[in-house]
């Protein structure tokens, strides 16, 4: 019998099921194999083997063979992602299951501005993607109802999943890209791409659309009361595909 190498890493911060958040330096990712993307502050590591996830020491340890680098990031932060369909052990059999509970989410002071009684209430699946848990583990406290509730309504009609861009530093829809959304923390807005010029589009009320580049189209939004406008350019979008 071979002898079976494996690398374990410290310190994971399990955000959801198959993603944790841990610190390996940049020129530590870079062990795991070539990788021709090196943007953004984040590495990613996508795992294709089992994982063997430690809660009590927060440790993950894996193959290191059968392991595929994303991205390499400026800096030592991680996003460790595991295959959907590889099994992920615990090694300690006591510690019940990993629960992940997302902060109640605080109204910005935007939100503050619309009566209670006209913001909308959404829903989020519980079978969300790994890529769609990744951006939901990305947005700011203050702007994670708004996140939510845009993506559940996409959900609603379109069962795709987030794919992160990394040289970009946003998320893609696929397996089609006709929409697109980046997290801007620093107006606390969603900049979201859409395919289609902005002559392909009907014109909706609060939203402003605004040629982007490769026959795209840019708006964004800043609050929940325009989520069913930003859903109806959304679906315009696709319907541009076709």
Known sequence: ??????????????IDRGIWKAKLKPAEAATFGDCESKSGPFSVLLLESTVD????????????????????????QII?????????????????????KFPEPQPSKIEKKVPEKEVPT???????STGDKLFL????????????????EIRRHFPGELNYEPRAAKFDETPEIFWTIKIQPSDK???????????????????DLNLDKFGYSAFVIQHQGQIPNALDIIKQARMNMT
């Open 53 to 76: 996830y430690n809660p009590q020491s927060q440790s993950i340890t894996f193959d290191p063979d059968i392991t595929r680098l994303l991205n390499i990031g400026s800096t030592d």
């Open 189 to 207: 807005s969603l900049r979201i791409t859409v395919r289609g010029t902005p002559d392909n589009f009907k014109k909706i009320p609060g939203i």
């Open 1 to 14: 019998m071979g002898l079976k190498v494996t690398i374990t890493i410290d310190g994971a911060k399990q």
């Open 122 to 128: 959404y829903k989020l699946s519980r079978t969300l």
């Open 137 to 152: 583990s990305e947005l700011p406290l203050d702007m994670r109802s708004l996140g939510e509730g845009l993506l559940s």
């Open 80 to 100: 460790v992602l595991s295959n959907l369909d590889a099994k992920i052990e615990k090694t300690t059999v006591s510690q019940p299951a990993v629960e992940t």
